[in-house]
Nanobody, 129 residues
Framework: QVHLAESGGGLVQAGDSLRLSCSAS????????MGWFRQDLGKERDFVAV????????YYTDSVKGRFTISRDNTKNTVYLQMNRLKAEDTAVYYC??????????????????????WGQGSQVTVSS
């Protein structure tokens, strides 16, 4: 049974940094593309970032480019999201996502929620201004 467990969320001030972790079990991480989505109250769950399994190529939504970095450690079956220079608008529940589809050249493919095969339970990030 696949299980994704996020950790590392919390309450910070604008300009601070946080690192989210997603620990995966029940799957072999190096056979999945991995990503992060976020959802604020009353809004849809939106794509944040993705990293593919083969060469570590990444793709980000425009609002986090230059501030967030997604990475993976296949030996630890863990994916990370380093978030720097946080803003109040980054406040949301952050969800880890796993995709079975890996033979994809254009990483924009992974921005659609329907492409996700497995979700984590979410981790709250609150940024005070």
């Amino acid at each position: 049974q696949v299980h994704l467990a996020e950790s590392g969320g919390g309450l910070v001030q604008a300009g601070d940094s946080l690192r989210l972790s997603c620990s995966a079990s029940g799957l072999t991480l190096n056979k999945f593309a991995m990503g992060w989505f976020r959802q604020d109250l009353g809004k849809e769950r939106d794509f944040v970032a993705v990293i593919n399994w083969s060469d570590g190529d990444t793709y980000y939504t425009d609002s986090v480019k230059g501030r967030f970095t997604i990475s993976r450690d296949n030996t630890k079956n863990t994916v990370y999201l380093q978030m720097n220079r946080l803003k109040a608008e980054d406040t949301a529940v952050y969800y880890c996502a796993a995709y079975r589809s890996t033979d994809v050249r254009d990483l924009y493919y992974y921005t659609a929620r329907r492409r996700v095969d497995y979700w984590g339970q979410g981790s709250q990030v609150t940024v005070s201004s």
